[in-house]
C-alpha cells in the first residue's frame, strides 16, 4: 500500500470500528460479530504501531488506555456545574410545581429521568471530535480525566456532526461489572469498594489509564452545557432526542408529564421498581421541558430552579448503641457520635452515627445499649433515627453532656439561642485540629493528601500548630511520620507549595472566620481585592456592600482585631501565600459605557452571537446578565421568537434591543 491508500484505508477503519462501536455499546444492536470487529481493530493497530503518525486523537484504538499521567491537569468549567435541590416527599415536589407555575404563569410540561447514581461529568467536542472530560470538582473547577474518559466505549470520541460542544452527563458502573469487580478484588487481597458509585469515582481518578479501562464503565449524558437552546433546540426533551442522534447515550426511561400527578406516578413506579435496573439510581430527577420556561425560572446561587431531584427515601436498619463519644469542631461545638455494633446500610458498613446535639438525645431519648434505627441522611452521612422501646431490657444508660471539654477540659458554654455546647477555648487543640481541616479543605485552599489522619500527626508531633505553620513544612520531619512515604511526602509538599498562588477567596473561607462562606468570601474577595484591604474595612464600609448584612461585618471585625489572628496571617504572608484576588475586582469592572452596572436579560434565539458570546461580551463590559425580567432590569435583549419575557418588558416600561442593537453596544467598546 502507498502511502495514500494508507491513510485511505486507517480512515476507512475508523469510520467502520466508530460505527460498530456505537451499534454494539450504544444501541445494543451489533452490526457484526465480535471476531470481525477484532480482526478490523487488530488491522487498525498493526497500521497504527508501524505509523504513530496516523493515531488520530479519536482513533477507536484509544479506547484501550494510554500512557499514565503523572497527575490530574485542572479545568475550568465554562458554565459552572451546580447540583439540584432536593425534594423527600410528595409534598416537597408539589411545593416545587406550585413555584414553577407561578414564576412562569402557566402549566407547564416536565421531563422525568432517573437520577443515576455515579459521577457527574463534563464532556467537551470541538468540531465533533472529543478533546476533554473532567470531574465536576468544586462546580467551578475540575480535574482533566480525559484520557481515562476515552476508555468508555458510550463516550463517542467523534461526533455524526461537527459540532463544538459540551455536554454533561453521569458515569457510572453497572452492578453486574461492580460486583464482579469487587470478588475480583476480594481475591487478590484488595479492599472492596463500598458502591458501584465510589467504584465508578475510584475507577476515574486513577493514572494510569488502562485500569479505566478494564472497568467496565459507562456514561449517561443528561444536558448540553449552558444553554442548550443555543444549539437550535427549544426543549430539553428534543436536545436528548438530538444528543442520540450525535451518537451518545442518554438513558431511555425518560418521561413527559404534563402534571405534577403524573410526575408522582412516574417516581412511584421506579420507587417500586429500581432494584430491577441493571445500575444504580439513587432518585428521580424532574427538569422543567421548555427552555424558555427554564429561562424565566432561572438559577440559584447552587441550582437552577426549573429542576429538582427527588432522592429516594433512605434504608433503615437496626444496630445496637454500645456508647457515645464526644468530639470537639472547628467552631467548638461538641458532637455526640453514637457508636454502633457495626451494620450495612445503603452500600457500605457503619460503625458510628451522628446524634447531632444534647437536646435530640433527650428528645429521642436515646440511652446506651438501646437496639436503635439507623439511615444515612441524604444517603451519605449515617444517623440514628430512634431508639425501639419496646425491646428495653432496662439496663440502658441515659446519657448526659459533660460540663467540661472532652479534649482541653476548659468549661463548656450554651451559646444562648443554640442548642449546641461550646467549648470557647481558642488554644483548644481539637478546634487548632479542625481548624486546620477545614484550611486545607477542597473548596478551601485545596491541598490534596492532608487529612484528619495527617492533621493530627502534625499536630501531635508539633509540627504544625496553626494552618501558617504548614508552610514551613519539609521533607525530612515528615517521613518520620506514620505511613508517610517518599511519594506522599513529595506529593504533599507540592500540593502546599501550590496552594500558595490560589486567589484570596479560597484563603478567606479556609480562615474559617465565622459566617464567611464560600459566597461571602468571594464577595469580599471582589470587592476588596487584596487581604490587607479588607483589613482595613470597618463595620460600616462593609455595610455597604450590598450583599454583607451585620452578621459578617460584625464576625470580620471580631476577626481581624485579634492579635493572634494577625500573626498567622502575618506568618501567612512572610511564606508567600498570595493574598490577592485573581479576578476582577468590583472596583476595575468598567464604571461607563452602555452596559456597566446594567442589568440585561437575553430572550429568543439570537443568530449573530451565541448567547455565551453575549454574556460574556456583556460582562466584560461590566454589566450583569440574568435570567428573569424584573423592575431592576435595565435592557432586554429579544432575538426572534421572544415569548414571555418579551410581554413582560414591554409590561414594566423596560428598555427593549434587538440583537443588532445589541451588537452595536458590545462594538462601543473599541
Ligand atoms: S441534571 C444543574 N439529570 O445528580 C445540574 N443530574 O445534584 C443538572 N445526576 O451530580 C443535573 N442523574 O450529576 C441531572 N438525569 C440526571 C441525573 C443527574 C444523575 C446527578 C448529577 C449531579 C446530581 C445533581
Not at 57 to 77: N, T, W, Y
Not at 133 to 139: A, I, L, P, W
Not at 356 to 384: C, M
Not at 603 to 611: A, D, Q, V, Y
Request: overall charge negative.
Amino acid at each position: 500500500m502507498d502511502r495514500i491508500e494508507l491513510e485511505q484505508r486507517v480512515q476507512q477503519l475508523n469510520d467502520l470500528l466508530h460505527e460498530y462501536g456505537h451499534a454494539y455499546y450504544v444501541r445494543d444492536t451489533p452490526l457484526v460479530s465480535d471476531a470481525v470487529y477484532d480482526q478490523y481493530m487488530q488491522e487498525l493497530l498493526a497500521i497504527e504501531t508501524e505509523h504513530p503518525d496516523l493515531v488520530y486523537p479519536d482513533s477507536p484504538s484509544q479506547r484501550v488506555g494510554g500512557e499514565a499521567l503523572a497527575g490530574f491537569g485542572k479545568v475550568v468549567h465554562a458554565f459552572p456545574m451546580l447540583s439540584l435541590s432536593n425534594a423527600f416527599n410528595e409534598n416537597d415536589l408539589r411545593e416545587f410545581d406550585r413555584r414553577v407555575q407561578e414564576a412562569v404563569g402557566h402549566n407547564v410540561s416536565y421531563i422525568c429521568e432517573l437520577k443515576i447514581d455515579g459521577l457527574a461529568v463534563s464532556l467537551r467536542y470541538e468540531d465533533g471530535k472529543f478533546v476533554q472530560g473532567s470531574t465536576r470538582g468544586d462546580g467551578a473547577v475540575g480535574e482533566d480525566i480525559t484520557a481515562n474518559l476515552k476508555t468508555i466505549h458510550t463516550i463517542p470520541l467523534r461526533l455524526k456532526e461537527p459540532l463544538t460542544i459540551e455536554v454533561r452527563g453521569e458515569a457510572y458502573m453497572p452492578k453486574k461489572s461492580f460486583a464482579q469487580l469487587n470478588v475480583a478484588r476480594d481475591e487478590s487481597g484488595e479492599e472492596p469498594f463500598a458502591n458501584p458509585r465510589n467504584a465508578a469515582a475510584g475507577s476515574l481518578r486513577q493514572l494510569d489509564p488502562k485500569i479505566a479501562a478494564s472497568r467496565s464503565l459507562a456514561v449517561f449524558v443528561y444536558s448540553i452545557g449552558g444553554d442548550g437552546s443555543v444549539y437550535g433546540q427549544d426543549r430539553h426533551s428534543s436536545s436528548l432526542d438530538n444528543l442520540d442522534a450525535l451518537g451518545f447515550e442518554t438513558n431511555k426511561e425518560r418521561q413527559r408529564c404534563t402534571s405534577i400527578e403524573e410526575v408522582i406516578a412516574y417516581i412511584e413506579k421506579w420507587t417500586a421498581s429500581r432494584l430491577d435496573l441493571n445500575y444504580e439510581i439513587d432518585g428521580i430527577v424532574v427538569k422543567v421541558d421548555h427552555f424558555e420556561d427554564q429561562e424565566q425560572l432561572g438559577f440559584t446561587a447552587r441550582s437552577p430552579k426549573w429542576a429538582i431531584a427527588y432522592k429516594f427515601p433512605a434504608e433503615e436498619v437496626v444496630t445496637k448503641l454500645l456508647g457515645i463519644e464526644l468530639s470537639v469542631g472547628r467552631t467548638g461545638v461538641v458532637t455526640p457520635t453514637a457508636i454502633l455494633e457495626p451494620v450495612h446500610v445503603a452500600g457500605s458498613t457503619v460503625g458510628r452515627a451522628s446524634l447531632h446535639n444534647e437536646d435530640l438525645i433527650k428528645e429521642k431519648d436515646v440511652r446506651i445499649g438501646d437496639t436503635v434505627i439507623i439511615r444515612k441522611a441524604g444517603d451519605i452521612i449515617p444517623e440514628v433515627v430512634a431508639p425501639i422501646i419496646e425491646q428495653r431490657t432496662g439496663d440502658e444508660v441515659p446519657f448526659d453532656m459533660p460540663k467540661n471539654c472532652p479534649e482541653c477540659d476548659s468549661e463548656l458554654v450554651r451559646i444562648e439561642g443554640e442548642v449546641a455546647l461550646r467549648c470557647v477555648n481558642p488554644q483548644c487543640p481539637a478546634q487548632m485540629k479542625e481548624a486546620i481541616i477545614h484550611f486545607v479543605s477542597r473548596n478551601a485552599m485545596n491541598i490534596e493528601g492532608i487529612g484528619e489522619r495527617v492533621v493530627d500527626q502534625l499536630y501531635n508531633a508539633e509540627l504544625v500548630h496553626d494552618v501558617s505553620d504548614l508552610y514551613t513544612l519539609t521533607k525530612e520531619p515528615l517521613l518520620e511520620l506514620e505511613r508517610m512515604g517518599e511519594k506522599s511526602v513529595s506529593n504533599l509538599l507540592t500540593a502546599i507549595e501550590a496552594s500558595k498562588t490560589n486567589s484570596l477567596e479560597k484563603m478567606l473561607f479556609g480562615l474559617g472566620i465565622r459566617h464567611v462562606g464560600e459566597k461571602a468570601a468571594t464577595i469580599l474577595a471582589e470587592e476588596f481585592g487584596t487581604l490587607a484591604a479588607l483589613m482595613e474595612a470597618d463595620v460600616e464600609r462593609l455595610l455597604t456592600i450590598h450583599e454583607i448584612g451585620d452578621k459578617v461585618a460584625e464576625s470580620l471585625t471580631t476577626y481581624f482585631g485579634n492579635e493572634d489572628v494577625l500573626e498567622v496571617l502575618r506568618k501567612l504572608e512572610a511564606y508567600g501565600v498570595n493574598l490577592t484576588y485573581k479576578g476582577r475586582t468590583r472596583q476595575e469592572m468598567p464604571t461607563e459605557g452602555p452596559f456597566a452596572g446594567k442589568i440585561v436579560v437575553l430572550t429568543g434565539k439570537l443568530s449573530i452571537l451565541t448567547r455565551n458570546e453575549a454574556k460574556e461580551q456583556i460582562e466584560a463590559l461590566g454589566g450583569k446578565v440574568s435570567g428573569s425580567v424584573s423592575k431592576k432590569t435595565d435592557i432586554v435583549v429579544a432575538g426572534e421568537d421572544a415569548g414571555s419575557k418579551l410581554a413582560k418588558a414591554e409590561e414594566l416600561d423596560i428598555t427593549v434591543w434587538d440583537e443588532e442593537q445589541l451588537v452595536e453596544a458590545l462594538g462601543e467598546k473599541e
